[in-house]
């Protein structure tokens, strides 16, 4: 069978891809031996960010006291909460099938590998193609550390389905995952330890952030152990798991009922049988350029695989780049402002360059920050606790950078990563009016408290 364009892989750079080139006319057949949505919907964005509501809600249970709810008592079924999270996921990938079939878009259930560069094969049938592109995301990485390899070590898609909440949690790994998870079960009532390798927790993230964050979940009572390196792991005779860590040169230990392993993920290319195309590959993913063209004219490689930014909303618009390049059309998507967010209790958001990485290249720059408990919303939400530091260049007083701790991080990151977009430098951001009371306001404070 011959298509325009073979798609391999169905996550959101996959599924989001292949609508577009059928909504511009082309043929298309899209690979996907697992569930529709790939890792993003199936397991990870999606039912981790159900768990974080769950968690969000319980929180705020915890805390009825301060908006005049006494003698407020409730409790927690984790069945419920994993029925609600499975039903999201299912609902969504179900419209990912409508679309696909309303879309007229040939989506074969099988996983598929190259038999050469214009062919693929999937269960024994050959397909080719004008172009094909890869998307077969990523998996979970592990430390090759002593017991790494244990039945009771989880990675973050065991977390997903686990039947319990933990007694106590040690988390490995101090990244977006890891931290998501250490949030969710501290508030579900378990004792969570976070080890991390880096001297800081979410190492992409600016430190003022990080720090911050740090100290915010540590009140909340998440031990979190920073340049620490697990080095063994091991179960005693009552079947607790026994992580043994190594920090400031001294080798100490934590004990818990459950181990998750949160150490990143690496590229998913085992089985695609990239040799016989030819292309440039290795371990850390498929080499491409900035038309996310692999080393092979007609082949392209977007999201996870080629591991240049691992994010869901990277692949999508890595897809439409490619999807330009096949049909020589130009586009103005920018990967250097990328927003990104981390769903802890309180949110973190950023985007652009952080105050190291200006630092790093010479870049002479001013500051602002504002805090959130001079924000009248965010105070009458009853969350004090944040701060915006926004980063502006020196010479032309351009925003490159926007890094926020606190309710709405998320979305306020989404805000900034507009105003980067379009180039607005900080008289002109000191000129847009804000609404208020809103807690975007926190930007505007951050822009005016610019020295």
Not at 5 to 10: D, H, Q, Y
Not at 130 to 140: E, K, P
């Amino acid at each position: 069978m011959h298509s325009d364009l073979i798609i391999i892989g169905a996550g959101p750079g996959g599924y989001e891809t292949a609508l577009e080139a059928a909504h511009r006319g082309m043929s298309v057949t899209l690979f996907e031996g697992d569930f529709l949505g790939g890792t993003c919907l199936n397991r990870g964005c999606i039912p981790t960010k159900c768990l974080c509501r769950n968690a969000e809600v319980v929180a705020q249970f915890k805390d009825a006291e301060q908006f005049g709810i006494d003698d407020f008592t409730f409790s927690v079924d984790f069945d419920k909460i994993m029925a609600r999270k499975n039903g999201v996921v299912e609902q969504l990938r179900s419209g990912i099938d409508m679309l696909m079939k309303q879309a007229k878009v040939n989506v074969v259930p099988k996983y598929a590998s190259f038999k050469d560069a214009k062919t693929v094969v999937a269960d024994g049938e050959e397909y080719t193609a004008d172009n094909i592109i890869i998307a077969t995301g990523s998996v979970s990485k592990s430390l090759p550390i002593p017991g790494h390899d244990l039945d009771c070590v989880m990675d973050s898609t065991d977390m997903l389905s686990i039947d319990h909440i933990p007694e106590s949690l040690t988390i490995i790994g101090g990244g977006v995952i890891g931290m998501e998870f250490a949030g969710i079960f501290n508030a579900l009532g378990s004792k969570v330890t976070v080890i991390e390798f880096m001297k800081q927790i979410l190492p992409p993230f600016d430190s003022d952030i990080a720090k911050r964050l740090k100290h915010s979940l540590t009140k909340k009572g998440i031990k979190i152990i920073t340049s620490a390196a697990a080095k063994k792991i091991e179960q005693n005779a009552e079947y607790e798991i026994v992580v043994t860590y190594e920090c400031k040169g001294k080798e100490e230990q934590v004990v818990s009922s459950d181990l998750l392993m949160a150490v990143g993920r690496a590229p998913r290319i085992e089985g695609l049988n990239l040799e016989a195309t030819g292309m440039e590959f290795s371990p850390r993913g498929i080499v491409v350029d900035d038309n996310m063209r692999t080393t092979v004219d007609n082949i392209y490689a977007i999201g996870d695989v080629n591991a240049r930014m691992m994010l869901a909303h990277v692949a999508s618009f890595q897809g439409l780049r490619a999807l330009n390049c096949i049909q020589a059309v130009e586009d103005t998507i920018r990967f250097d402002v990328v927003p990104s967010a981390v769903f802890t209790v309180p949110e973190c958001g950023m985007v652009g360059l952080t105050s190291d990485q200006c630092k790093e290249r010479g870049l002479k720059v001013r500051t602002g920050q504002s805090f959130f408990r001079a924000n009248g919303k965010a105070l009458a939400l009853g969350e004090p606790d944040g701060i915006c530091k926004l980063i502006f260049t020196e010479e032309d007083s351009m925003l490159v950078g926007a890094h926020i701790m606190g309710v709405q991080a998320a979305d306020l990151a989404q805000q900034c990563a507009d105003l980067i977009s379009r180039q607005t430098t900080l008289p002109e951001l000191r000129n847009i009016i804000f609404g208020h009371p809103t807690v975007s306001e926190v930007i505007l404070s951050a822009a005016h408290a610019v020295k």
